[in-house]
């Protein structure tokens, strides 16, 4: 059974650097797929942020481009976000998920606060 | 950027009812076009893929349809457990995706 665990701090100060990991089981990165992040601001909706595919091509979010990087590391079976230059529009719950056309596996959920 | 316009943003039904919602694309996604459910505190739950196929294990009850801009969810009779917020989401680009708003469909 695939499963995502998410890890990562609740809070970031504005301005820094907001870091999540999403740890895989049950399925090999390198197998396929592409792996993704999701976001969903307190009381809205959702909001694809990016996704990367075990070779390591990425696809962002063209509003959020400037600011993103994913990667994988297929050694601990792990795909992580970085977003930069965070602001309190940043605060949401973070997903993390294997996107297939006719599946989708979510990570937990991590709730993420930008404030000083 | 395709948008998705998703209607009514509230639907208040009593269970047994019919609901259908409505998702309009900015441009056409041929059948490239998903709904998800949410319940407060979860992860959203994918239902239907490609317009019309049901995910195993989704309820009978929901069905999808419509191809190029035009799309409906229907829940052909509410059960208690179906309130939630529902979001569609196209894929003619990927793996870039967008959602749809929501719809909220709450008991009257």
Do not use: M
Request: contains cysteine; charged residues 15%; proline residues 6%.
């Amino acid at each position: 059974q695939v499963q995502l665990q998410q890890s990562g701090p609740g809070l970031v100060k504005p301005s820094e650097t907001l870091s999540l990991t999403c740890t895989v089981s049950g399925y090999s990165i390198s197998s396929g797929y592409y792996w993704g992040w999701i976001r969903q601001p307190p009381g809205k909706g959702l909001e694809w942020i990016g996704s990367i595919y075990h070779s390591g091509s990425t696809y962002y979010n063209p509003s959020l481009k400037s600011r993103v990087t994913t990667s994988v590391d297929t050694s601990k079976n792990q795909f992580s976000l970085k977003l930069s230059s965070v602001t309190a529009a940043d605060t949401a719950v973070y997903y993390c998920a294997r996107f297939g056309t006719r599946d989708v596996y979510w990570g937990q959920g991590t709730p993420v606060t930008v404030s000083s | 950027e395709i948008v998705l316009t998703q209607s009514p943003a509230t639907l208040s039904l009593s269970p047994g009812e019919r609901a259908t919602l409505s998702c309009r694309a900015s441009q056409s996604v041929s059948s490239y076009l998903a709904w998800y459910q949410q319940k407060p505190g979860q992860a959203p739950r994918l239902l239907i893929y490609d317009a019309s196929n049901r995910v195993t294990g989704i309820p009978a009850r929901f069905s999808g349809s419509g191809s190029g801009t035009d799309f409906t969810l229907t829940i052909s009779s509410l059960e208690p457990e179906d309130f939630a917020v529902y979001y569609c989401q196209q894929r003619t680009n990927w793996p870039s995706i967008t959602f749809g708003q929501g719809t909220r469909l709450e008991i009257k």
